[in-house]
Nanobody, 127 residues
Framework: QMQLVESGGGLVQAGGSLRLSCAASGRPFNMHTMGWFRQAPGKERECVAV????????YYASSVKGRFTVSRDNAKNTLWLQMNSLKAEDTAVYYC????????????????????WGQGTQVTVSS
């Protein structure tokens, strides 16, 4: 499995921005589809954004489309999530996840598709 460490969470006012980072090690980063998930208290884990191993368009949940951007640098083994125009409902623990060779064009990615997970980073948006 891949080791994943998230950073960049914190407290921000509504309308603000945060940039999450995920540092990966242990497996070839460029052979994995990488994703961001989040889980708010009392809710199920939600897929937020995914960057595919294949040459596919990234996946975004409808609730974050146009506000969040996922990106990666294979040379640095790093995944990012740029979050703009944050809302109170974005408050959650955000997790980085990896799935080897997972395509996302024909099936919406879900948590069960991912085999490696980070410990999470808390994002709190005050209204």
């Amino acid at each position: 499995q891949m080791q994943l460490v998230e950073s960049g969470g914190g407290l921000v006012q509504a309308g603000g921005s945060l940039r999450l980072s995920c540092a990966a090690s242990g497996r070839p980063f460029n052979m994995h589809t990488m994703g961001w998930f989040r889980q708010a208290p009392g809710k199920e884990r939600e897929c937020v954004a995914v960057d595919s191993y294949f040459d596919e368009a990234p996946y975004y949940a409808s609730s974050v489309k146009g506000r969040f951007t996922v990106s990666r640098d294979n040379a640095k083994n790093t995944l990012w999530l740029q979050m703009n125009s944050l809302k109170a409902e974005d408050t959650a623990v955000y997790y980085c996840a990896a799935a080897p060779f997972l395509p996302i064009a024909t099936k919406q990615p879900e948590a069960a598709d991912f085999t490696s997970w980070g410990q999470g980073t808390q994002v709190t948006v005050s209204s």
